[in-house]
T-cell receptor, first 114, second 108 residues
């Protein structure tokens, strides 16, 4: 029973490039959440998705960031034209029914923009 | 006002000490409450849920005061392995909001 799988674990991008972060939820989980954690700071909610739907994107920056969770395949967090300030750990979590104790995190993707 | 506020610490305590963390939340409609633990450069992991009646799991005791919108975590007889950041989490309408965390270091 694989947990939440995120890849890549580490991603280095030059300023202006695109970053694509992938998250495969646990088997049977249809709710996916993305969080960003800046160095020495707490987790900041970005977006909550169910299959093919964005439920809450109140934490997403208005520009350059987008997320999807297609019917087939992993959830993707996409950052266009990355800047140094995008360097952070991006964690994905999934749950079977929305929130609650069934919430499980992936190991995160550490994005470094050089 | 932040949705979930915690004292960032750090708390530096000797082994065997009792330490308490506090957390307040702003949304009175919040439904579920949790404490998570995050080790350095790792993902957060659920430590325990928090119930209105209070609940205990070994050396850990969690309390919820809905009227004051306040959550606490008490760690007794602290161990070196308890060193981590403790995140207060509040859930409403299927999504979770995390506090910035309180850092604990337990020293020999």
């Amino acid at each position: 029973n694989a947990g939440v799988m995120q890849n890549p674990r580490h991603l280095v991008r030059r300023r202006g490039q695109e970053a694509r972060l992938r998250c495969s939820p646990m088997k049977g989980h249809s709710h996916v959440y993305w969080y960003r954690q800046l160095p020495e700071e707490g987790l900041k909610f970005m977006v909550y998705l169910q299959k093919e739907n964005i439920i809450d994107e109140s934490g997403m920056p208005k520009e350059r960031f987008s997320a999807e969770f297609p019917k087939e395949g992993p959830s993707i967090l996409r950052i266009q034209q990355v800047v140094r300030g995008d360097s952070a750990a991006y964690f994905c979590a999934s749950s079977p029914s929305g929130g609650g104790a069934g919430y499980t995190f992936g190991s995160g993707t550490r994005l470094t923009v050089v | 006002r932040k949705e979930v506020e915690q004292d960032p610490g750090p708390f530096n305590v000797p082994e065997g000490a009792t330490v308490a963390f506090n957390c307040t939340y702003s949304n009175s409609a919040s439904q579920s409450f949790f404490w998570y633990r995050q080790d350095c450069r790792k993902e957060p992991k659920l430590l325990m849920s928090v119930y209105s009646s209070g609940n205990e799991d070994g050396r850990f005791t969690a309390q919820l005061n809905r009227a004051s919108q306040y959550i606490s975590l008490l760690i007794r007889d602290s161990k070196l392995s308890d060193s981590a950041t403790y995140l207060c989490v509040v859930s409403n309408n299927n999504d979770m909001r995390f506090g910035a965390g309180t850092r604990l270091t337990v020293k020999p």
